[in-house]
């Protein structure tokens, strides 16, 4: 929602003042519009492979919503955390065996719809909790692989963002090209009066103008904001590895939790007090 407040603003900022003085008919060039357009298009279809456009296209989609990654799913993933960690200490790692296997199907995880709907942190959690089940890595061996698998999801994650920022780079430089190919047009037509020279060279400086502004108005912070929202998934794949491993390292459910809960970023960490009532408030339901 941000990034539309975000986008009207710069409309605002740039055309609308811009009408209180001139003309916005001398901004519609359309073959203009659609040669940066194309050119915008082009480069990244032939600066990218499949997966990259693939990922890019995933994560524009979600780009103008708003973030899960907040109070409420981080509550909610620490209460979930902390009835499977206390249904293994109660009942043993083999009790939870297929709560594991069929999240959607488990009592525990069933409650939680919002983590569940977070499919790659759900199979993040299952894959090392299996793990812990079949007892033949110890804690610093599981920590090992959990730091390999983030360091796999951030790069993964940061393609979009990367991808999308080289767009926006680019972009000052396709406004050229079109400014460019208009002038050698001008070029092409010296012999005509000069409020026709001058009304072409308006035209052909469009090109320049739309290059920059969707540039460092439109597409570079559209790549900001997929580069923040990787940094927030990335969170809650933390969370779930310091709660684990307290736990492997002895600590009681109540205690690891609060591992997890240490980790989270300021503005959506739960108070200590705070995050204790929930969780007994929900062994009373």
């Not at 209180?20 to 990218?48: D, K, Q, T």
């Not at 009835?83 to 009942?91: I, P």
């Not at 933390?238 to 600590?251: D, E, F, H, P, T």
Request: charged share 15%.
């Amino acid at each position: 929602m941000l990034v539309i407040v975000g986008y009207i603003i710069v409309l605002l900022a740039s055309i609308g003042t811009y009408a209180m003085h001139g003309s916005l008919m001398a901004l519609w060039v359309p073959l203009e519009y659609v040669a940066i357009i194309g050119l915008m298009i082009g480069g990244f279809v032939a600066g990218n492979g499949s997966r990259a456009i693939k990922a890019t296209l995933g994560a524009l989609s979600g780009a103008f919503k708003g973030t899960p990654y907040n109070k409420t799913l981080y509550m909610n993933l620490l209460a979930l955390l902390y009835e499977v960690l206390a249904k293994v200490r109660k009942e043993g790692l083999m009790s939870i065996e297929n709560d594991i296997e069929e999240p959607a199907a488990s009592p525990i995880f069933s409650k939680y719809p919002d983590v569940l709907a977070d499919h790659h942190a759900v199979e993040f959690m299952t894959d090392y909790l299996r793990m812990m089940v079949g007892g033949n890595l110890n804690a610093f061996e599981i920590e090992n692989l959990m730091d390999l698998e983030i360091e796999t999801h951030h790069q993964e994650a940061h393609t979009a963002p990367h991808v999308v920022a080289k767009v926006g780079d680019a972009l000052p430089a396709f406004g050229i090209v079109v400014a460019v190919m208009g002038v050698v047009n001008v070029m092409g037509s010296v012999g005509e009066p000069p409020a026709v020279l001058g009304k072409m060279i308006g035209g052909a400086l469009v090109g320049t103008f739309l290059g920059i502004l969707l540039s460092y108005g439109f597409v570079q912070p559209l790549a900001g904001q997929l580069e923040q929202r990787v940094e927030q998934s990335g969170k809650i794949y933390q969370c779930i590895k310091a709660v684990l491993l307290a736990s492997m390292n002895g600590y009681a459910p109540q205690v690891a939790i609060e591992f997890g809960r240490k980790v989270l970023y300021s503005t959506d960490r739960p108070g200590f007090v705070e995050l204790e009532e929930d969780i007994k408030s929900r062994k009373g339901k």
